[in-house]
C-alpha cells in the first residue's frame, strides 16, 4: 500500500478523538515487530527517523524498510522525520521519499521558526508531504541531543505561529521530556488546554515514553493527536537481545528483541486508541 501523509493519519485521531503513535526506527526488527501488532488493533502508524539514526547513516536503508513493510500491510503506514535540523535536511528526506518531515526550529529564535518552517511547508506542500513544526523546546536527551531547556510553550507564540505558518502538526512544550523521567512528569495541562483552545493544527506530545496512562488519557482528552515514543521501545528491544545473549544466536536475539517491541508498543497502541480508559 502506499505511504500515507502524517495529515491523513491525524484526520483519521481526530474523527475518533484518539492519538497517533509515532515510533522511533532504527533497525529493520522495530518496526517489522510493531506492524502486527498495530494491524490488531488496526492502528495507524508513524515510523520516524531520528537525528541519531541519521548520523549513524541509516537514513536510505531505514527508508528502504518503511516502504517494504507499507507493500505489505494496509494500515496506514507515515514516514517521518523526526525532529528535522534543517531546512536542507527536510528536503533531502522529502525528495528520499518522507510522506511527513518535522522541522524543529523550537531551540532558536521564534521568528527563525517561523521563517525556515514556511520554507519547509512551501518545498513539502507543493509535493503532497506533511509537517509538524514545533515551540517549546522539549527538555531532555533525545537521540544524544541534548537540551536541558525545559521550556514550556508561549501560548501567545502558538497564535502567532499557526496564523503565519501552515503547518499540519504543532509539538508544543507543556513539561514533556526526551527519555525517561527522573521524577513523575508533571504536565501542564492548563496550558494545553489554552493551546486547543486557539484551534490549532492536530497537537503533539513528544516524550512520550514514561508518561503514565492517566496522563496520556487527559493529554489525548485535550487535543493530543499525535505521541512520539522511543526511549521505551529501544529499551525494550535491547533488554531482549540482553536476555538472550547466551543463546549466542543472532535470529533469536533479535527475535527476543522483537517480542519485548511488540509487546511495548501494544501498550502504547492500546492507552492511544483509548481502550481500557481508567
Ligand atoms: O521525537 C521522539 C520522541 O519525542 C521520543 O521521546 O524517547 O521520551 O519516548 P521518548
Ligand atoms: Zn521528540
Known sequence: MALATLKQVLEMASATLTAVPMFNIDNIEIPDAVVPVAEKYDCPLIFGVGQGAIKAGKLYYLRDVVYRIADQTSLPIVLHLDHGASLEQAVECMDAGFTSVMYDGS?????????????????????????????GAIGGVEDGVSSDRKNLVDVEEVKEFISRVEVDALAIGIGNAHGLYKAAPNLDFDRLRQC???????????????????????????????????????????????????????????????????????????????????
Open 196 to 278: 486547543q483552545a486557539l484551534n490549532p493544527p492536530p497537537l503533539v506530545l513528544h516524550g512520550g515514553s514514561g508518561i503514565p496512562k492517566d496522563m496520556i488519557q487527559k493529554a489525548i482528552e485535550l487535543g493530543i493527536r499525535k505521541i512520539n515514543v522511543a526511549t521505551e521501545l529501544r529499551n525494550a528491544f535491547m533488554e531482549g537481545l540482553e536476555k538472550s545473549v547466551h543463546k549466542r544466536d543472532i535470529y533469536a536475539m533479535y527475535q527476543a528483541g522483537a517480542i519485548e517491541a511488540a509487546a511495548l508498543a501494544e501498550t502504547k497502541i492500546r492507552m492511544f486508541k483509548r481502550l481500557d480508559e481508567i
Open 107 to 135: 531551540h532558536g529564535p521564534f521568528e527563525e521558526n517561523i521563517a525556515v518552517s514556511k520554507k519547509v511547508v512551501e518545498y513539502a506542500h507543493a509535493r503532497g508531504i506533511s509537517v509538524e513544526a514545533e515551540l
